[in-house]
C-alpha cells in the first residue's frame, strides 16, 4: 500500500495518472568477488527514451544496497519520466552513510536516458526492483544487464547521492520537500541559488503567456518573499512595495473602485476597516453607521477624534493645523485665509466703561497719546500685530471699549450743545426784548422831538 501510495503521489505531480504497470523487474547485483579494490561497476538496467509529451513512461526505483560486512542496509525510492522532458526525483534519502552503491542517470548517444546502479566497492552489494509505467514499458527494463567499468559516455543527469539532485524528498512523518532532503513542513520547497531569477514556484498553462511566481527575493533593502500574478499585480514581504493592478473587492465581487470593501450586516456594530497593533489597545475604524438621524459614513482615530458625514456631530480631541505643521499652543492653527458666514467669540467684555468709577479720559489726553504713541491707548501698535496678530475676542473687547468712550464722549458734546442751544435761545429771548425795548425808545424818542419844534 505505501508503495502504491507514493507512485499514485509522484503521477500527480508528473501532472498525469499512473498507467496500469506493463513492465517489472527485480536485479540482485553482485560484484562476484572480496577484495579491497576500488573499481566502480556500472550496470545499466533501463534506457528511458525521450517524450516532449505529457503521456509518456514512468519508471519507479527501490534500490535496497550496502555492505556484505554490515548489517545496516539503505533503502531510497525515486522516480524517473520522461512526459515533457527527462526528469528524476528521489522521495526518501538515506543519506551519506552509503555511498557506494546509488542510482545515477546519463544521457546516450541515441538521446535516451541511461539509469544505471553504480557501485563503487567489491565490498558492496545492491539490489533493485524497478517497474514501469506507460506505452512503451516493454523496451525499458535491461533483463541481465553486464557489469560495465567504464563511466558511461553521457553527461550525467542525476545521482541519488549527488546533494545537488535532492528532488524530490518525502520523509516518513509526511513532509515532502522539493529541491530538499529535510523538509520541515508537510510542504517546503528548496528555490535555486539566484533569489532573484530562481522560481520557487510557477504556474504556467499552453498557450497563456502570464505565469504566476512565488518565490524568495532581495535588494539593497533586505530579502523578502515575493508573489506575483500579473506585472502590475505583485507582493513582497518585510516592508517592501507592493503594487496591485486591478480593482480589489473585499467582501464584493464587482467592486465600483480600485478597493471596495462591502461590511456586513449591522452598520453600528460591523466594521469596514480596522488598524489594529499588538500592545495597543487604541485602534483605528472606519465603516457605516446609521441613527434615527439617518446614514453616515464614520470615521475614528480615537475616542476623542471622530469624524461623521451627513451633518452628523463630529469631534477633534487634538489640535489641528492647516497649511502648518507648527500650531503652538493652539487648537487650531491655520495659515491662510478662512471664510465663515459666522464666528462665535466668548470673552470677556468693555461694560466696565459705562460704570461711575471709571475714569474717562479726556479728548486732551486722547490727543496727547496719539501724538506720542501714534496709536489709541490699549489698542496694539501696527508694528505689535504684524508680530504677534490679536486676539479676535480681546481686540473686540477693546474696540468696543473705545466705541463706549466715543459714546460717552459723544453725549458730553450733546448735553454741551443743548446747554449752548438753550443759552442761544435765552439770548435771542434778550435780543428780541432788546428790540423791542430800542423801538419803544426809539417812538419816545421821535415824540420828544416833535414837542420841542412845537415850543420853538
Known amino acids: 500500500m505505501k508503495l502504491q501510495f507514493k507512485i499514485a503521489f509522484v503521477a500527480v505531480i508528473f501532472l498525469s495518472i499512473v498507467d496500469v504497470i506493463y513492465a517489472q523487474e527485480d536485479y540482485n547485483f553482485d560484484p562476484g568477488s572480496r577484495g579491497p579494490n576500488e573499481n566502480t561497476y556500472y550496470y545499466k538496467f533501463a534506457e528511458l527514451p525521450i517524450s516532449n509529451s505529457a503521456s509518456g513512461e514512468i519508471l519507479t526505483v527501490k534500490l535496497i544496497g550496502g555492505s556484505f560486512f554490515s548489517s545496516a542496509k539503505k533503502t531510497e525510492e525515486m522516480y524517473f519520466a520522461n512526459r515533457g522532458g527527462f526528469k528524476g526525483y528521489l522521495t526518501n534519502r538515506h543519506g551519506n552513510l552509503w555511498h557506494n552503491v546509488n542510482i545515477e542517470a546519463y544521457s546516450e548517444s541515441s538521446g535516451s536516458i541511461g539509469i544505471y546502479l553504480v557501485m563503487k566497492s567489491s565490498w558492496s552489494h545492491g539490489k533493485v526492483i524497478a517497474s514501469v509505467s506507460g506505452a512503451n514499458s516493454q523496451n525499458i527494463l535491461k533483463s541481465n544487464p553486464p557489469r560495465l567499468i567504464n563511466l558511461p559516455s553521457g553527461s550525467k543527469l542525476f545521482s541519488s547521492t549527488d546533494a545537488n539532485n535532492k528532488g524530490l524528498q518525502m520523509l516518513e512523518n509526511g513532509n515532502l520537500g522539493i529541491g530538499i532532503t529535510n523538509p520541515d513542513a508537510p510542504l517546503e520547497i528548496r528555490q535555486k541559488t539566484d533569489p532573484n531569477k530562481d522560481r520557487a514556484l510557477v504556474i504556467s498553462e499552453s ?22 500574478l500579473g506585472s502590475k499585480t505583485n507582493l513582497r514581504g518585510n516592508g517592501q512595495v507592493s503594487s496591485f493592478g486591478g480593482d480589489l473587492g473585499i467582501g464584493i465581487t464587482n467592486p465600483e473602485a480600485p478597493l471596495e470593501i462591502r461590511q456586513k450586516t449591522d452598520p453600528n456594530k460591523d466594521k469596514a476597516l480596522v488598524i489594529s497593533e499588538s500592545g495597543n489597545t487604541q485602534k483605528i475604524y472606519m465603516h457605516l453607521a446609521n441613527n434615527t438621524a439617518g446614514q453616515y459614513g464614520f470615521f475614528s482615530l480615537g475616542s476623542k477624534t471622530n469624524l461623521r458625514g451627513n451633518g452628523q456631530m463630529s469631534s477633534f480631541g487634538g489640535a489641528l493645523g492647516i497649511g502648518t505643521t507648527n500650531v503652538g499652543d493652539w487648537k487650531l492653527a491655520v495659515n491662510g485665509k478662512i471664510r465663515a458666514k459666522e464666528i462665535k467669540v466668548e470673552t470677556d467684555w468693555a461694560d466696565f ?45 477693546k474696540l468696543l471699549q473705545k466705541i463706549e ?4 464722549y459723544t453725549i458730553q458734546q450733546e448735553k454741551s450743545l443743548q446747554s449752548q442751544k438753550e443759552e442761544i435761545e435765552d ?11 430800542n423801538s419803544k425808545l426809539l417812538e419816545i424818542q421821535k415824540r420828544l422831538d416833535k414837542l420841542e419844534n412845537k415850543k420853538d
Open 405 to 408: 468712550e466715543l459714546t460717552l
Open 427 to 437: 439770548l435771542k429771548k434778550e435780543n428780541e426784548l432788546l428790540k423791542t425795548l
Open 207 to 228: 498557450g497563456n503567456t502570464q505565469k504566476i511566481y512565488m518565490h524568495l527575493a532581495n535588494n539593497t533593502a533586505g530579502q523578502y518573499g515575493f508573489f506575483s
Open 353 to 397: 466703561v459705562f460704570y461711575n468709577d471709571y475714569k474717562l479720559p479726556t479728548l486732551t489726553e486722547v490727543e496727547n497719546h496719539i501724538k506720542e504713541k501714534g496709536h489709541l491707548k490699549d489698542i496694539p501698535s501696527a508694528k505689535e500685530v504684524a508680530q504677534n496678530g490679536i486676539y479676535l475676542g480681546e481686540m473686540d473687547a
